[in-house]
Nanobody, 130 residues
Framework: QGQLVESGGGLVQPGGSLRLSCKSSAFNMSKYAIGWFRQAPGKEREAVSCISAAYGRIYYADSVKGRFTISSDNPKDNPMNAVNLQMNNMNPEDTAVYYC???????????????????WGQGTQVIVSS
């Protein structure tokens, strides 16, 4: 069904912001829930956030609540849709490779287990350091 493609990573100082984007050229993302995950060196992949446009539901990991915001592009602007992750007030613990994926369901699975998601992209590296 095609991979998703992440972009927007980079190096940012503590307290700074980055905006990640997740896109697909293979399918209309607005039909499915889209999740953001991250994996730090030596750690397991963990869920960061998930959005279900169909159900109007959004989920965040406790570690990013109040700092990260997930959103979907307006389909009128981007027919294939894209899902963005705005990351503010970042700290070194946010350093990781960030991935997006979909469960090919219109709702976000509970819990957000990586094994329930597919179409993983190559990821985008985020480094928070002074």
């Amino acid at each position: 069904q095609g991979q998703l493609v992440e972009s927007g990573g980079g190096l940012v100082q503590p307290g700074g912001s980055l905006r990640l984007s997740c896109k697909s050229s293979a399918f209309n993302m607005s039909k499915y829930a889209i999740g953001w995950f991250r994996q730090a060196p030596g750690k397991e992949r963990e869920a960061v956030s998930c959005i279900s446009a169909a159900y109007g539901r959004i989920y965040y990991a406790d570690s990013v609540k109040g700092r990260f915001t997930i959103s979907s592009d307006n389909p009128k602007d981007n027919p294939m849709n894209a899902v963005n992750l705005q990351m503010n007030n970042m700290n070194p613990e946010d350093t990781a490779v960030y991935y997006c994926a979909t469960p090919f369901l219109s709702w976000c699975p509970d819990p957000l287990l990586p094994g329930l998601f597919e179409s993983w992209g190559q990821g985008t590296q985020v480094i928070v350091s002074s």
